[in-house]
């Protein structure tokens, strides 16, 4: 499992080369914002559980799927479509599993609103 929010102390500046090819085969144009995600990976064994954080760079228009494959790809991981992504609130307690489908832009959209990022894990 993995658990993600943005980070606001990362730089979400618009880059400056020509294109960019994200891990999912998409290409960014010129000036297109690129984002940082920090995710959060929590790994249950038959040993005790670990957990270690990794930094995810997107592009505006990255879906959920996309970050869950970045993830998959970087540890050579099999059966992708058993992993899934968790937005847990730090102060509530709320718990969103979100849909492969929803880009990352909508997400920020919807649970931002509600709380600010630095809440999100």
């Known amino acids: 499992m993995a658990a993600a929010y943005l980070d606001p102390n ?10 960019t090819h994200m891990g999912t085969g998409m290409e960014r144009s010129p000036g297109a914002m ?3 995600l920090k995710v ?15 930094i995810i760079r997107h592009g505006d228009a990255t ?10 790809d970087s540890h050579k991981v099999k059966h992708v479509a058993c992993y899934g992504f968790r937005l847990s609130h730090l102060r509530s307690e709320e718990v969103h599993w979100l849909h ?22």
């Open 40 to 54: 959060f990976h929590y790994f249950e064994s038959n040993s005790e559980p670990t957990t270690w954080a990794s």
């Open 34 to 36: 690129e984002r940082v």
């Open 63 to 72: 879906d959920v799927r996309g970050i869950i494959q970045k993830i998959v």
């Open 10 to 19: 990362l730089n979400h500046t618009p880059n400056s080369s020509t294109k």
């Open 100 to 121: 492969v489908d929803m880009g990352v832009s909508s997400v920020r959209e919807k649970y931002e609103l509600a709380h600010p990022p630095e809440e999100w894990k």
